[in-house]
């Protein structure tokens, strides 16, 4: 590496040489708003090519940046709790890069395109949403010097083939963990007080991890429950375990947002068992209505599985507000009453009439609405 030119300002930290297979590179600890600043991500893109040839040539390595992505991890970078373990994969050419070996540390100009992100693009963008002070975020990064483009590109393909998303039922479980209240903790809470009480709509009937339960009753996994019973106590489930975290308590629901929600203000008022009832009461009806549908497990049944569970759910609002009962039990004749005028047999809910996805879904959702006459709100 050279020297870089006096004039220049420049950022200079800690670093320390690691050697592997592949060559030699740096891992260091920067600034959040120095990252920002020199960084970039060279898009993958499709340029004009040799004419004579007609040649197709794509340059650039990383992904378009979701900014959808890149806003959701902002609001998570200025969480009391926020993390990023693991290091962004950066690339710096020799000549903006000088590595001092006396004092095992790195300098490089500050000034913008000086880094090429090779992993870490969106966590990088998120950063830009960080309210604190400047470089109050520290971030670990791992910088190879005068990379050829195809190690590059071996780099960034590698990470990305190998890295394996965590099962959402998984992280609902470690919930259980959380020492402060979040409507991940109590959703993790009252879906495995479903699945144990015996009697319960949902007894054994729950793909819960660590447990050897009867594998060919369960029929949902923990992470669409959870996921589902989640909508109906926040509107903004990271922010809510956000003001958790900090000791203070999030505030009630008026209006929309509580007919919206109708759960929430029970959720505040910590009021699990009765969430916990309400939901029984509710599914009870349904296994009452249909016994055949709900207890069989078979391939083109669809009513305990996602496809009518998520349709369920989302009747469940309607239902549950349409008694204008807010924050108070419904009983399960009430519930009963609900399905009475719904003229469904167990046999129709089946895959042919009720597509396993988002379209099934919305079908046996619109078709429970329009044959149990509620007014929706």
């Known amino acids: 590496?050279?020297?870089?030119?006096?004039?220049?300002?420049?950022?200079?930290?800690?670093?320390?040489?690691?050697?592997?297979?592949?060559?030699?590179?740096?891992?260091?600890?920067?600034?959040?708003?120095?990252?920002?600043?020199?960084?970039?991500?060279?898009?993958?893109?499709?340029?004009?090519?040799?004419?004579?040839?007609?040649?197709?040539?794509?340059?650039?390595?990383?992904?378009?940046?979701?900014?959808?992505?890149?806003?959701?991890?902002?609001?998570?970078?200025?969480?009391?709790?926020?993390?990023?373990?693991?290091?962004?994969?950066?690339?710096?050419?020799?000549?903006?890069?000088?590595?001092?070996?006396?004092?095992?540390?790195?300098?490089?100009p500050f000034r913008d395109n000086v880094a090429k992100v090779l992993d870490g693009q969106h966590r990088i963008a998120g950063l830009e949403y960080f309210t604190k002070d400047d470089n109050a975020f520290q971030i670990n990064v791992t910088i190879f010097i005068e990379m050829e483009l195809e190690d590059q590109a071996i780099v960034?393909?590698?990470?990305?083939?190998?890295?394996?998303?965590?099962?959402?039922?998984?992280?609902?479980?470690?919930?259980?963990?959380?020492?402060?209240?979040?409507?991940?903790?109590?959703?993790?809470?009252?879906?495995?007080?479903?699945?144990?009480?015996?009697?319960?709509?949902?007894?054994?009937?729950?793909?819960?991890?660590?447990?050897?339960?009867?594998?060919?009753?369960?029929?949902?996994?923990?992470?669409?429950?959870?996921?589902?019973?989640?909508?109906?106590?926040?509107?903004?489930?990271?922010?809510?375990?956000?003001?958790?975290?900090?000791g203070k308590t999030p505030e009630k629901y008026q209006g929309p947002d509580l007919l919206a929600r109708p759960l929430r203000n029970l959720f505040i008022e910590e009021k699990e068992i009765l969430i916990a009832k309400i939901i029984w009461n509710y599914f009870e009806a349904i296994r009452l209505k249909w016994p055949v549908a709900w207890q069989i497990v078979a391939p083109e049944m669809i009513l305990n599985k996602s496809t009518g569970f998520l349709a369920l759910m989302k009747f469940f609002r309607d239902a549950y507000v349409s008694f204008n009962k807010i924050g108070e039990e419904v009983t399960l004749n009430e519930f009963r009453e609900v399905f009475e005028s719904i003229g469904l047999k167990d046999v129709d809910f089946n895959r042919t009439n009720y597509l396993p996805g988002t379209a099934g879904q919305a079908k046996l959702y619109s078709e429970l609405i329009s044959k149990s006459r509620l007014i929706q709100t």
């Open 1 to 108: 590496m050279k020297e870089i030119e006096l004039s220049e300002q420049t950022i200079e930290f800690k670093c320390i040489k690691c050697t592997q297979p592949l060559g030699t590179f740096y891992i260091g600890v920067m600034g959040h708003s120095d990252l920002v600043k020199i960084s970039y991500a060279d898009i993958r893109r499709l340029e004009a090519g040799n004419e004579m040839r007609d040649i197709e040539i794509y340059s650039g390595i990383q992904r378009e940046l979701s900014p959808n992505r890149a806003k959701e991890i902002g609001k998570y970078v200025n969480m009391v709790d926020a993390t990023f373990p693991t290091a962004v994969i950066l690339h710096i050419n020799q000549e903006n890069a000088f590595y001092d070996e006396n004092t095992s540390t790195i300098k490089v």
């Open 156 to 246: 960034f393909a590698t990470i990305n083939k190998t890295q394996t998303k965590v099962n959402k039922s998984l992280v609902a479980d470690l919930f259980a963990f959380a020492e402060k209240r979040s409507p991940q903790k109590t959703a993790h809470n009252i879906v495995r007080a479903l699945n144990e009480k015996v009697g319960s709509p949902f007894y054994e009937k729950i793909k819960i991890l660590g447990t050897a339960n009867d594998k060919e009753k369960e029929t949902i996994t923990q992470a669409t429950f959870s996921e589902s019973l989640m909508r109906y106590l926040s509107k903004d489930i990271m922010t809510d375990r956000d003001i958790f975290k900090r």
